[in-house]
């Protein structure tokens, strides 16, 4: 049975991790260092950080929260924000990260993430995908933290971005952030189904029983969340409980003496 991911994300800005609803009307939530310290030591199977303004600010991630990140933990670890070059991409890898995620910048010119999974390997490189629902009830890809709607069907951006190399989608409601409402769960099942690579469910969030039905109902491969971890609602450890419980593989390996 395949083991579910739990992944805390780090949205930071000014150098401090900070929680929104659809990526404005921003709360501080830390220091990026002591936050990553202590979902690590929660049990968290991976952490993303998202440099927020990087996009809009038209510059490169802040390799310094990243390198200060990576230093303090073991398990896997995922930047995005500001990647647009191979250079880019590099200079993240070696200050620490494991993955890197790009969205923005693949949208404008597709070829390059083809060019980075084919450079760095597709294990290296996620496909952020933030959606934004249409009256019709499809969605489109939002791009610069939602403030672009480029038009594109999130589906089929979806399937491309797989047969271009992306190793999974990080895929965002943009509707749904921060609301604590639930995943967009029918959003998150039509790309689980569209797709065979992996697909993070992001988005909304409030409980457990949310994420359970994102990892169910919706086929999510992982399950992102921020608020619900930030702000001390739910514990890691207690949500892993709540899920084996419920029949998801998930791994308590970092609970055993």
């Known amino acids: 049975m395949q083991t579910k991911r739990i992944i805390p994300c780090l949205d930071c800005k000014d150098g401090r991790v900070v929680k929104g609803i659809s990526f404005v009307d921003l709360r501080d939530a830390g220091d990026p260092v002591e936050v990553a310290q202590t979902y690590e030591k929660e049990g ?14 038209d510059r490169a991630t802040t390799l310094e929260w990243v390198k200060n990140v990576a230093g303090v933990i073991h398990i896997p670890f995922a930047v995005g924000g500001g990647i647009k070059t191979l250079e880019d991409i590099e200079a993240v890898l070696k200050a620490g990260a494991d993955k890197v995620g790009i969205n923005s910048a693949a949208i404008k010119d597709p070829d390059f993430l083809k060019e980075a999974a084919d450079k760095f390997g597709s294990d290296k490189i996620i496909s952020a995908v933030d959606a934004k629902r249409r009256e019709d009830g499809g969605w489109n890809v939002v791009r610069n933290s939602g403030t672009v709607d480029t038009g594109i069907d999130v589906i089929e951006w979806s399937k491309k971005v797989e047969e271009l190399g992306a190793g999974e989608i990080l895929l965002t409601s943009m509707d749904e952030d921060g609301q604590k409402k639930g995943y967009d769960i029918g959003l998150t099942r039509a790309v689980s189904d569209a797709v065979s690579i992996p697909v993070t469910a992001s988005g909304g969030a409030g409980s457990m029983e949310d994420i359970l039905e994102g990892l169910t109902e919706g086929g999510a491969d992982a399950a992102l969340a921020a608020s619900l971890f930030h702000f001390k609602e739910v514990g890691i450890k207690e949500l892993k409980e709540y899920l084996k419980e419920n029949g998801i593989n998930v791994d308590m390996s970092m609970y055993e003496d």
């Open 44 to 57: 968290a199977d991976e952490l993303v950080l998202l440099d927020i303004t990087a996009t809009t600010d």
